[in-house]
């Protein structure tokens, strides 16, 4: 497993931009499809997008298509989601993750950050 480190999350205005990071230690980081996932309140854990191991592919839930990327940077053992255009309805504690194959399926992701806390105002 990888120890995963999110940080970046806050209060944004809808429409507003915001970057969320993820710092890994521990295993080879360039081995692990890297993915954001996401839970509002009361509602179950969902992905977000995800990146391939060696960031050559992406992929990412309709909802947040055209508005989110996710990049990473094997030298560094990051991977950031970059949330431009976002709306309330993005409020959640986004989570990253590690996992071993490129998939949107939560199963797939045995490591996880913390979560940070991100708040879209209206």
């Known amino acids: 497993q990888v120890q995963l480190v999110e940080s970046g999350g806050g209060l944004v205005q809808a429409g507003g931009s915001l970057r969320l990071s993820c710092a890994a230690s521990?295993?080879?980081?360039?081995?692990?499809?890297m993915a954001w996932f996401r839970q509002a309140p009361g509602k179950e854990r969902e992905f977000v997008g995800a990146?391939?191991?060696?960031?050559?592919?992406?992929t990412y839930a309709d909802s947040v298509k055209g508005r989110f990327s996710i990049s990473r940077d094997n030298a560094k053992n990051t991977v950031d989601l970059h949330m431009n255009t976002l709306k309330p309805e993005d409020t959640a504690v986004y989570y990253c993750?590690?996992?071993?194959?490129?998939?949107?399926?939560?199963?797939?992701?045995?490591?996880w950050g913390q979560g940070t806390q991100v708040t879209v105002s209206s």
């Open positions: 521990g295993r080879t980081f360039s081995g692990y499809t």
């Open positions: 993750a590690a996992g071993r194959f490129y998939s949107s399926t939560l199963n797939n992701y045995d490591s």
């Open positions: 990146v391939s191991w060696s960031g050559t592919s992406t």
